[in-house]
Every structure is written in structure tokens, then in C-alpha cells.
């Protein structure tokens, strides 16, 4: 039964775009537009956290194949450019660029990697540790993200809660 609600919650995920532009729609009528300087912050970490996910010179843990410091770090500043967000359009220009998607793409990973790492390995630094601090950035970003309704909507739209619901399962 369980299978087949979430087969039918996938076929009903809307595309990120149809997705955004739903999302965006109580909002249009104030028509903020992103400053300069936050368009350009924005568009360097969402760059970068791709570049995080194509692949590392030096993955950490094979099974997550990303750099974790790398990307704790980008996190991090990402979080603090969250946290002075005053406008809608700030979030949107986050959600159009794609970092949403890339947050729970490394959700996902460590959701895989968590049964790859022996009970052994848990309990060794920096392998588990690294991981639980990415974990623990990638859930800042999101609580950060979430606290505006468009987010909320746009996560729900896209069906993307199914991966934050699979990774809670797992850990």
C-alpha cells in the first residue's frame, strides 16, 4: 500500500520550474527582484555546491563520492547568505538555481552511505563524524530554506519531501 501512495506521489511531482512559478504565484504581487549583490552571492554558492555533487578531486568516503568538508563549508556560507535574506525573491532565485535539488541530492548520499559504513567505522573520526556534520548542515540549509512558505510549497510541489522522509527512515 505504502508503495503504491508513493508511486502515485511521484507521478504527481510537478517540474521544478511549473513547480516555482505555483509556488511563486501569492507572492507575484509584490514583485521584489533580488539585489545585484545577492544575485551574485547567490549565483557563486549555487555554482560552487554543483561542483560539490559533479565530483571531488578527493572524495572523503567513497560511497558519498563528495568532498564533505567541501561541501560542510559551502553550506555553511550558504547559510549565513540565507539568513539575510529579506525578500521572496531571494529564496526563489535559490530554488530556480537548482540548490534545493542539490541539498537532498546530498541527502540522498548520505542516506546510502549510512548502511555502507560498518559499526566500526561509525564510531571512527573523521568518516562518521565528517558525515553527521554535512548531515547537520544540509538540515540547517533546509530549516533555513523552509521557514518561507514558498519553499515549503516548492518542496512539496516537487515531491522532493519523499527524499527528506526516505533519509529520516534511514537515520
Known sequence: RLEALRAQLVGEALPDEE???????PEASKAATVSAANRTKISKLAA??????????QPQHASLSINLERAESLLADFCKTI?????????????KLGCA????E???????SI????GSERGVPPAW?????????????????CKQPLVRVFILLTNRVLVLADVAQAC
Open 115 to 118: 548502511g555502507t559504513l560498518s
Open 129 to 145: 563524524r565528517q558525515t553527521s556534520n554535512l548531515m547537520l548542515s544540509v538540515l540547517k540549509w533546509l530549516g533555513l530554506m
Open 101 to 104: 535539488k542539490s541539498v537532498l
Open 83 to 95: 539568513a539575510q535574506f529579506q525578500r521572496d525573491a531571494d529564496y526563489a532565485l535559490v530554488l
Open 106 to 112: 546530498i541527502c540522498s548520499r548520505i542516506k546510502d
Open 19 to 25: 513547480a516555482l512559478r505555483v509556488a511563486c504565484e
Open 48 to 57: 560552487d555546491l554543483g561542483k560539490v555533487l559533479e565530483g571531488p578531486a
